[in-house]
């Protein structure tokens, strides 16, 4: 007879839909419980890179049903999570001068600056409008002629190929009035800063599936050989992740620390040679400063010189106010995995989806705020959800 | 190079709107004179509303319409819409204001008799579009056998509202011997939801962004008085019921668990969800359990009437994948809980703000 998961390897690389089957979930939760036993340790930490991740893991009730000696931490993985105080409070800023149209992803929306949010800048006067690609934003700019048009250029490199497809476009068919604001972030750099941080003994890394699509799983090489501990690119439904947490396990019972790809659906050693091509055809790679992690070597994205025109902030005077980090707020020590919601005073009572204080209550994608929503404002004693 | 941008300033007087002026006839569109209350206000109801609506009542066009009161209880609702797009994939802006004021008086167990309407229309507003969306209240008010027996309208001017907006009122008639109340949930209830989840806000939210999926979905936007009226009608008595529109299903069991103090567990595999409106909510980000019904009844009923109240959902045309989704599990703390299709737990909140498409 093949071993457990095999058989449920065999399954799921049919490419069939239902990547929810209960009975594979069994499956995988027999293997997990085995590997974890047979480890002989007494707490296995892993992390998920990925706010879809953790929203998926508490979802699916995941963390309920896997033994206790095996702990998933929430990393950095949330595009708007990571965006600092200073990116949101320059947008923000910017919206407000006059003839300006700001348009941002619908996540942006509710994220607090230093004293304001664009949402709260929208209720008082700022043309801000929600967009779903960079390219409505750039049609926006083509029918207001009159209006200069910003987007808000956030997230990973799952967002960066489009915006320089947009940016490509803007620039052959000469739109004059069509601007972006670069933030978007790196991944990988992020995942070194937080292997980094001391006292994180993590055993293995649930890597980004979507992300991963782009930049392929050839780049997590850097996991395994330097910090020591296995990489799985993962997708986002429940036996994906099941069958993620046994491949590490497995690695881990094994000793041999590697870059797996469970997620081979829709990743490939070397992602999407096109986008990337896209991608730094437009940006290229500068310092960035990350809410929680600070400032991170090369893990941003800036303009090459062809396309600056198109940076607003060097065309146009924008008045940069002072930025404050929230007091108290804790984001920062749970972006890196170090410290859990729950850690924070403010949490479930300062700070709540309906006001968030940090960036990681706004989001559905932050790590609070899926601790908010799935598992309740505390823990009750034993009584775990 | 730098410039201020203040120079570039320009007034926002709409290039646009300017030049649609240019082709507009006043006779194709609402102008400012259909709200003076003169001449052009009297044909704007002669001639669109009260061919659509004609009833006596109505008919009289005076201030009020008057109608006997039958004995037993009245229920009074009232609604506005002002939904954008107003013509979607299964309806529009017209029959969701019917069915919206019919489902809240039906899912008190009254049965809708009498609404009012009330329209505010931007100055600009096409007729052919005003006709189409009176068109789809007269066929709705039809089905769910109410009459519009008053009437008003007012014409705002360009940009001071989005095409049009409508209030509906309505009023039906409790009959005697049925309390049904969110408050009147008790342990062991069944929850019973009465077809798949999640299709008017996927129908909107395609609708409004032009994103399209391989199956297109449609707004399940639709009248339930006639399915309540049928569960009554058997003698069956659900404790509660709610049509769960903002805020999703989700939202409308957090309601009910707060107003009757009981934990609810519902289980994930038996909650129906077209396949369309799941990849819909997997690409945007979106949690199926929070995203928009106008056309589906979630009822509370005593375990022994589950099997029957399930009978007489699904004899409906609009329930026809009705099914039990869940229990209410005790009296006490309000929470709901969700058993995964894998067998895990985990807590189903109320909805906070509007659910945004993630980034990533």
Known sequence: MLPVALIVECRMSRFTEDFENPDDAKLLLREIKNLAHSSNKERIQFMEVC???????????????????????????????????????????????????????GDMMRVPGSDSSLEMAKASGSDVRVVYSSLDAL?????????????????????APTIAATLLTAAREGTQNFFVLPANKLVPPAIRAVLDTEDLALDGLICPG?????????????????????????????????????????QVVEAKPRVQTQYSRLVSDDGNPAALKIMYQVFEPCDSVWRGL???????????????????????????????????CLCGEVLRGKKEPYDCALFGSACTPESPVGACMVTTEGTCQAYYRYRGRRIQGEDRV | MKSGLKRQRRKDSGVKGSMEKKEQRSSEFITL??????????????????????????????????????????????????????????????????????????????????????????????????ERILSSMKEASQEAKVTIITADTKVVERGACDEIFINTSGIG??????????????????????????????????EREGISFETEVASDCAPLSEMVGAILADGLRPHAMRDPTRGGLATTLNEIAMASHVEIEIEEALVPIATAVKSACNLLGFDPLYVANEGKLVAFVPEREAHDTLTIMKQNKYGKNAAVIGRVVSKGEARVYMRTRIGGRRLVDMLVGEQFPRIC
């Open chain 1, 51 to 105: 706010g879809t991740h953790t929203v998926a893991i508490f979802r699916y009730g995941i963390r309920e049903l896997i033994p206790n000696n095996i702990r998933l931490l929430s990393g950095p993985g949330c595009p708007v999570c990571v965006t600092p105080n200073s990116s949101i409070d320059h947008f923000i800023s910017l919206s407000e001068l006059p003839g300006v149209v700001a348009t941002v992803f």
């Open chain 2, 173 to 206: 008639i409790v009959p005697s011997g049925v309390e049904i109340s969110s408050k009147l949930v008790e342990a062991g209830d069944a929850v019973l939801v009465s077809g798949a989840i999640g299709e008017h806000g996927t129908a909107i939210i395609s």
């Open chain 2, 33 to 130: 004179a259909h709200g003076s209350g003169g001449k052009a206000a009297h044909e704007l109801i002669t001639r669109f509303f009260l061919p659509y609506f004609d009833n006596p009542i109505l008919r009289t066009l005076d201030d009020q319409g008057v109608f006997k009161i039958e004995s037993g209880r009245l229920a009074l609702t009232t609604d506005t819409y002002v939904v954008d797009p107003i013509f979607f994939r299964g309806g529009d802006i017209g029959k969701l204001a019917i069915c919206g004021t019919v489902n809240d008086l039906a899912v008190c167990g009254a049965r809708p008799v009498y609404l009012s309407a009330g329209f505010v229309l931007e100055e600009g507003f096409s007729l052919e579009k005003l």
């Open chain 1, 294 to 328: 600070g400032p991170i070597p090369m893990s941003g994205l800036k303009l090459r010189s062809e396309f600056s025109r198109f940076d607003f902030s060097e065309r146009f005077d924008v008045p940069i106010p002072e930025s404050l980090e929230a007091k108290g």
């Open chain 1, 139 to 159: 049609k926006i700019a083509r029918e207001n002629p009159d209006k200069q048009v910003v987007f808000f250029a956030v997230g990973f490199e799952t967002t």
């Open chain 1, 210 to 250: 979507h992300v991963s699509a782009i930049i392929g799983s050839r780049v997590y090489g850097f996991i395994p050989s330097q910090y020591g501990i296995g990489a799985v690119v993962t997708g986002f439904q429940s036996t994906d992740i099941l069958y993620a947490i046994c491949l590490l396990l497995r």
